[in-house]
């Protein structure tokens, strides 16, 4: 039986057998939950987002968001799949119990909206931004604030955006025009035009609350100018549906994530766009990181997610299309057999199993990170959770979105003419991943992130803790028939990156700064491919346990495990050595390449 | 000043400096011929495909075909656009002049059609399969067959297809179902259903000439009972307009190309289809071959002109799109520079670079292998032109279509958000090019077609042959300062593939079949690499030659050509190895993957 978006069995493996998740039920926190309430959780949300998100995910590729007399039309099920996943309550379940919310643990709760996300990204995409902006208001709003939003936004009444980018600026948040003004009464009057605005429109809640940065008047230039506003569509006054001069004054046409209206804003057009600072003021950028960071997790877990529900659709098609016979025995009067039983398209789907539940796995240690570095009983567990988090962040954004539309690209393949038309959705998958390589802060820029500052923060500290997660684990493996071979291999690839970094760190030290992050997108796959490689070790390892005493189609998914993990050792980790190559080298063909020269 | 097609700088470096075309004019065919006359080709071409192809590749992604009252309705600039390319006589280009050609090598004929491919592929597909239809006809047909066809299909008037695929049988061309029947009149009646069949039905020119695999009644099974039928959808006699029981039974709708119908036929409902044989009877597959192997390397030149195309457009957007500022000068007051100039961009551009202008050169060079096999003075010499280009077909297919494709995304990730938006082609230029590795035989098949028969035909001589032109190359490197380094990495490399190549074949010896062939996608991939690190070397080796005489704006270009071939060394080159080591070792992870492991 193939899950149409998860595989069920996957994620029990992850979460409570790799993961130990339920061990969470012994803090305080959580006490009230058991495995069960767990399960529950997981199963509601995957209920609502077969019967409800994925009916609709061709239909909103097809129908996408238009402009009509002013404001945004789009198929009127949308709303009615959003809503029925915030009445069961799945925009606030990390919440705590008072706030209306399951008080689930993160993992738990990201492993429940897995399922709409690998179900319909582009709808989900306005609870996720909700999601995003509740936290940040709950985090950061002073009381007032929270009242006026946060309960409507846990219930989905209202729904959130991030409103960072600008035309002219880009990635280049230094670069940010829009501008508030003080007024007597309070509030600012904001000023500019933002663009790529997710979720920036639309019919779907009472009200939109937008977190806009912009520049306080007299502010100094470049980041440290930033303020947060939170701005909402209508006026939070007299009946709450006064408009709020924002216009909207364009629709973004993009080739996927089609269920997500994506708008181009005017705020204050007329002069009368009224905000509330959020916090205090010029913190703006530093505030938006913690939702940016959030998002950077949560668009990582997309992209896998998008990868993992084009893999099982290529597994199901695999499994039953019969096709020609195998290069031993043509007999073209025997039967054809099923093209799973071809060695290219065992190879094919073999790769996208270890891309995509590889970069599940990435995803749920993140958010198992971010469960340590809120509830971990000891201080110093939880200081060291927030440093590992970090480090882990690029990847967890960037290396799902590489490898997971690498995946939906041999998902096409395996479905070959077939997986090119728009009657499978396999397609759809590849177009909307491709997405996800660029918004939140480009792969590029996960890249520079990770080498220009994460691997240095700390004296160091963060990949010195993760080295020694690896190391632990490559012990571990050792003591395991079968798997010290890949204890080896982890361990020599970690050698490789950290005499890798530390070559790169001496060179800015001596001033080569450019150079030294020439190529840090190399790096970042490096590092990707290393930490893949040691979540798939850590796979491997609880599966060579679970073997011996596993009823047998458990016998077989352990053993899927175990190969996935070869797979992944023998074809995928070698490129960490040649990577480590180039930058260790401190290779300049590309920085010295010159725009004439193209 | 950027083209928009093709860099015209370089299709002459490619032509004329690299593979000599001139020399050609030597030869009879082309004495009447010039580079003045290959020029004027190209250039008409160009200014064809630049002001009538380019200008609908927008509008023919956005109004694909579609069925109106049994009938295939398509915008009408397409009909225009065609009929001007039809009528400048470029379907003809390679004919001799008594057939109403141009009389030009097939490298130049395919460097002008490259044009077009550039501008908008999906309506060139018209033009490339009434070519690849007329050279089948020209080839194995009868005098009376040539004069109902041929000059029509070479003058346009008639457009032709190649309708190979059932819907059944997909890749595996021994299970074709579709019968013919002869009767006495002489004629066959054929019966059966076609499916992805590529410019099926239309109404773009007077007929359509559909080039069909059937098996005459009582045939043996498998690929030797195949046959070849000309199959005009109205009959050739009367007025010519008669219907020839040839069903439009759908539509595909395709990620991409949407500019080309694909249909679903239906041919025979009614008893009534009539069919010419082609050639001799169960001769079909051989024959269809030809087609196809031509169909093949136009394939890989469409994917690459479509990486090509991609590239620029990325290349003209880093240079006019300000955007941030160097890690080591952030300073926000001063103006952000074009993102030309960061090292990443750079990487991206570069990468592109690397691919597409390698792509363009292995398709040229395959060209002009054909023209070799045509024309060369020494029969021993067209000998060994037919068994190299024999070995590298599947190259030329696969290599253009995976690497064209991952410029594309490259050229996606250049753009950032605005290359995921349908107002710029790049978005539609990756949804393309997707199809390439999968129509004219998937890049698994050709994987398979060169391991499992390409090397090792005629006792290796093929791939004997291949190792000695590189060897000369890198000879010649040697003699080159800073080019030595680089002929000492392609020995190697070399060395590695041969070693492997042995390896592989041995275990064929023994009978491991199908173990020897599992991993032959990463067979294709290193040689792929190698045959076009190659022709970075040798184009590196022009470039050093040329750039000490050069003007300035050509030293640019020929630093440009060695820093992109030093790219494809450092960056590139090292995957042979990685994918040797896996494939010397016989690794067996993918074949031992069991169904119900995953």
Redesign the interface.
Known sequence: MTALTLNPRDIDFLLYELLKVEELTERPPFADHSRETFAAAIETARKIAEERFLPLYRETDLHEPRIVEGRVEMIPSVKEALDAAAEAGFIAAHKPFEQGGMQLPWTVAQAALAHFKAANIGIFAYHFLTIAAANMIDAFGNEAQKARYLEALLAGRFYGTMAL?EPQ????L??IRTSAEPTEAGHYLLKGSK??ISCGAHELSENIVHLVLARIKGAP???KGISLFIVPRYRMEGDGRAGNDITLTGL?????YRGTTSTMLQFGEKGDCRGELLGEPHMGLSYMFRMMNEARIGVGLGAACLGYVGYLNA?DYA?N?P??????A????RP?I?I???????????AQ?AYVEGALALCFYAARLIDEQRSAPEVEARRKAGLLLELLTPIVKAWPSDYG?EAN?LA??VL??Y?????YPV?QH??DN??N???EG???IQ??DLL?RKVAMADGEALTLFAQEITRSAEAAKAQVGLGGYADDLTRALGAIRETTDALLAARQRGA??LS?????LYLDALGHLTVAWLWLRQALVAREGEASARPEDA??Y??KL?AC??FF??EL??IE?HC??LSAL?G??????????
Do not use: C
Not at 419 to 423: A, H
């Open positions: 980018t600026a880009g990635s280049s230094a670069d663009i790529f230039p470049g980041v973004i046409h993009k080739m996927g597994l499994r299309r096709q020609g016979r195998k290069p031993d043509k007999d073209p009067s054809p099923a799973i039983e071809h060695a290219d398209v065992k190879r094919m789907l073999l199993k539309a690209s096409i393949q070959g003419g997986g090119y038309t728009r009657d397609e590849y177009r491709r997405l390589a660029i918004h480009t792969n590029g890249a520079i220009g700064i450019e992050l020439a190529n840090a997108s077989d998914f053993r899927g190969q070869r797979y023998r074809f070698p490129k040649q190559r180039i290779d063909t590309t920085m010295e390449m010159q725009d004439a020269w193209f």
